[in-house]
């Protein structure tokens, strides 16, 4: 099976005019095959080792980062004895995230059904309070570019939430004007990125990597779309 | 004979594709599109603190800005001198954070954790003494804090994260007060 994928690759044999001479026809057809072996396995090696480091460094790994619902949070972020997938992220990036023993980063880019975030569609972000000095969370286009829209809002922060009176929040993400907490996503029908931000959360692992309870993430809700 | 080239085709590609996801691992970085070191030396000079704009639609220095955050950065260069960031802790929200060019965060310390409000820092490279920095500075050394940078250049960020939307100003205001530069000892005679 595997033999079949190679060989359906492009094959130098048919682009080959150097198969003249009958009498070592089957010898050259013999070394052909092989040349067009080698050439198919680097190229699919190719793929696999930049495709493989591209997605572990873009999107990241269990080796790296926390998946939680729809979050993700890369552990040793700003780190510098981070591992070289981090460090590549980070470089990649363009940001300049703290380290991760005095924030912590997570980013969404499904909702918790694990659909794609979009400005078609209109959601529901339920959370409690997080345990931490400060915490903000704002909506990114998803090159991490802030959404143009006529409020000005591109975020909400723990000082500015209306709060339920047990502390929890929801904020609501759509295209439309929404009572409450409303954190537009602009005119533009266009793919979203949440970020939460946790500036020094108060619990911290062994390792001093500040700790947040996954039950604490906010709960990303798809309510309608158009 | 030919039933058995594939399986070594197999084990050579999965070989060769660890090789290579390797070495784009390592180089990645390097062909990163614009690394927040080259974002922010475009915006102007080393060793001079410079107040980045809120960041809005279209106006951020780097991708996924906290819009609810002040920034104000130093791109540091330690070649000639240590450096010397001085600045009025606004409030306890206040994170002072230092970086190598890759982004590393080798340093940081947070409003809530001085002492005082004033910050008085002195930054300097792994072969540059600043022993005497606390004797000739006119506060007590306790009050200076010596870091000892791992790069001779690097980016220091200050960010004043809001307490709500009516504390912009503030803070801008805030930021505008701090500043950055060569390090100059009082007595240089020796």
């Given at each position: ?123 529901s972000i339920v959370g409690s309070p997080l ?6 969370l ?18 909400f922060n723990d000082e500015e939430l209306l709060r339920h009176a047990d502390g929890s929040f929801r904020i609501n ?5 929404r009572p409450e907490n409303w954190l ?32 604490r993430?906010p709960n990303?809700e ?5 | ?190």
């Amino acid at each position: 099976m595997d033999a079949d994928r190679l060989t359906a690759l492009p094959n130098p044999l048919l682009l080959s005019p150097s198969h003249s001479t009958p009498w070592r026809e089957e010898q050259a057809t013999h070394s052909m095959r092989s040349l067009a072996y080698f050439i198919g396995t680097f190229v699919v090696a190719l793929m696999l080792g930049i495709g493989s480091a591209w997605y572990m460094i873009e999107r990241g790994s269990p080796l790296t980062t926390t998946k939680v619902g729809p979050w993700a949070s890369w552990i040793s972020e700003g780190n510098p004895n981070a591992d070289p997938y981090t460090e590549a992220h980070v470089a990649r990036s363009g940001r300049l995230p703290l380290s991760s023993t005095v924030a912590r980063y997570f980013t969404a880019r499904t909702d918790s059904a694990g659909h794609t975030l979009t400005s078609a569609c209109q959601y529901s972000i339920v959370g409690s309070p997080l345990n931490a000095r400060w915490w903000s969370l704002a909506v990114y286009d998803e090159n991490g570019g802030l959404i143009e829209n006529p409020s000005g809002r591109y975020s909400f922060n723990d000082e500015e939430l209306l709060r339920h009176a047990d502390g929890s929040f929801r904020i609501n993400l759509s295209s439309k004007a929404r009572p409450e907490n409303w954190l537009p996503s602009g005119a533009v029908e266009q793919p979203l990125m949440l970020m939460l931000r946790i500036y020094s959360p108060r619990e911290t692992d062994a390792s001093g990597v500040g700790l947040v309870p996954s039950e604490r993430l906010p709960n990303v809700e798809r309510t309608g779309c158009e | 004979m030919r039933v058995r080239i594939p399986g070594l085709y197999i084990v050579l590609g999965l070989v060769l594709a660890g090789l290579i996801h390797i070495v784009a691992v390592l180089t990645l970085p390097m062909l990163a599109p614009r690394n927040a070191q080259a974002r922010l030396a475009a915006l102007g000079p080393a060793n001079t603190m410079i107040e980045l704009p809120p960041a809005s639609p279209g106006h951020q220095a780097m991708p996924m800005m906290a819009p609810d955050v002040r920034y104000a950065f130093c791109r540091f260069d330690l070649t000639n001198a240590p450096i010397r960031l001085r600045a009025a802790i606004a409030d306890e929200l206040w994170l002072i954070a230092l970086y190598t060019p890759e982004g590393e965060n080798f340093y940081t310390v947070a409003g809530a954790d001085m002492k005082r409000a004033q910050l008085d820092l002195i930054l300097a490279a792994a072969d540059q003494t600043v022993e005497e920095a606390g004797v000739d500075a006119p506060e007590s050394s306790d009050e200076v804090l010596v870091v000892n940078a791992p790069v001779a250049e690097g980016i220091a960020l200050i960010r004043a994260p809001l307490a709500g939307p009516s504390r912009a100003a503030r803070a801008e205001n805030a930021l505008k007060d701090t500043s950055c530069g060569p390090y100059t000892k009082s007595d240089s005679g020796g």
